[in-house]
């Protein structure tokens, strides 16, 4: 098994994914509410790059929308992209949910070519490992990024679930050197993931947007235990 990292989301191409298992992270903080919401009822998460067709999905099929730019709600959503909001399940029976925001929705996307495409996230980070060994492929670590450079947390994210691989895996993968570095990143904070997503410079700009809890939630090691797919249009467990 070979590992690569990408650091962000646009530096991945075609060539790369094919015939690989991509996981995808935006940990701060769209991967880490798409497995949040899929693991508190709602049955489906359509990820969607454009605002204008976010509404229009959502109004035309009844789906409920969230979204976020610069890391605070759109103005005229009924919900962000705070994995707290979907921690509870389902608002009003709605149970599909349609997401954009600055970077992950557009990450998932991008890794569309892959042979199967996984949300990852340090919530999620034994279970999403777990899913990729068994699929028996070589693994593409897909990092969202922030406004098209290097993001910290998203590293940190894909650290914890390579800690995961190399736990689990019957014989250890060889990885390039973005994602061992991303291993020691993990390993260096493995006993408090919240003190690297603070470290971050995202981390700490939503802690200046009074979004404290979030990261409190973002960094809750193996939380969940599932691996939602991207099916090429949409997500579910």
Same mark, same amino acid.
Request: proline fraction near 3%; charge should be neutral; aromatic fraction near 8%.
């Given at each position: 098994?070979?590992?690569?990292?990408? !650091?962000?989301?646009?530096?991945?191409?075609?060539?790369?994914?094919?015939?690989?298992?991509?996981?995808?992270?935006?940990?701060? $903080?769209?991967?880490?509410?798409?497995?949040?919401?899929?693991?508190?009822? %709602? /049955?489906?998460? %359509?990820?969607?790059?454009?605002?204008?067709?976010? &509404?229009? &999905?959502? $109004?035309? /099929?009844? *789906?409920?929308?969230?979204?976020? /730019?610069?890391?605070?709600?759109?103005?005229?959503? +009924?919900?962000?992209?705070? +994995?707290?909001?979907?921690?509870? #399940? !389902?608002?009003?029976?709605?149970?599909?949910?349609?997401?954009?925001?600055?970077?992950?929705?557009?990450?998932?996307?991008?890794?569309?070519?892959?042979?199967?495409?996984?949300?990852?996230?340090?919530?999620?980070?034994?279970?999403?490992?777990?899913?990729?060994?068994?699929?028996? $492929?070589?693994?593409?670590?897909?990092?969202?990024?922030?406004?098209?450079?290097?993001?910290? @947390?998203?590293?940190?994210?894909?650290? *914890?679930?390579? =800690?995961?691989?190399?736990?689990?895996?019957?014989?250890? !993968?060889? =990885? @390039? @050197?973005?994602?061992?570095?991303?291993?020691?990143?993990?390993?260096?904070?493995?006993?408090?993931?919240?003190?690297?997503? =603070? @470290?971050?410079?995202? #981390?700490?700009?939503?802690?200046?947007?009074?979004?404290?809890?979030?990261?409190?939630?973002?960094? $809750?090691?193996?939380?969940?235990?599932?691996?939602?797919?991207?099916?090429?249009?949409?997500?579910?467990?």
């Amino acid at each position: 098994m070979n590992i690569k990292l990408f !650091p962000v989301a646009s530096a991945v191409s075609a060539d790369a994914l094919s015939g690989a298992t991509a996981i995808v992270f935006d940990v701060l $903080r769209a991967t880490s509410t798409i497995v949040t919401a899929l693991s508190s009822g %709602y /049955r489906r998460v %359509y990820p969607v790059v454009n605002v204008n067709e976010a &509404m229009q &999905m959502a $109004r035309e /099929r009844g *789906f409920c929308l969230a979204g976020e /730019r610069g890391g605070q709600k759109i103005t005229g959503f +009924p919900l962000g992209n705070s +994995p707290l909001e979907f921690s509870t #399940g !389902p608002v009003a029976g709605a149970d599909i949910l349609v997401l954009t925001t600055s970077n992950g929705t557009a990450a998932i996307r991008s890794a569309a070519a892959a042979e199967k495409v996984l949300t990852g996230s340090i919530i999620n980070a034994r279970a999403v490992a777990r899913a990729a060994i068994y699929e028996g $492929r070589n693994i593409v670590l897909v990092c969202a990024g922030s406004g098209g450079l290097y993001s910290l @947390d998203d590293i940190l994210g894909a650290g *914890f679930v390579l =800690m995961e691989i190399v736990a689990a895996a019957d014989t250890a !993968p060889a =990885m @390039d @050197d973005q994602a061992l570095a991303a291993l020691c990143l993990a390993r260096y904070y493995k006993q408090d993931p919240l003190a690297g997503l =603070m @470290d971050s410079n995202h #981390g700490k700009k939503l802690l200046g947007l009074g979004l404290k809890n979030d990261l409190y939630w973002c960094a $809750r090691l193996n939380l969940y235990d599932t691996a939602p797919i991207f099916q090429g249009n949409y997500i579910e467990n």
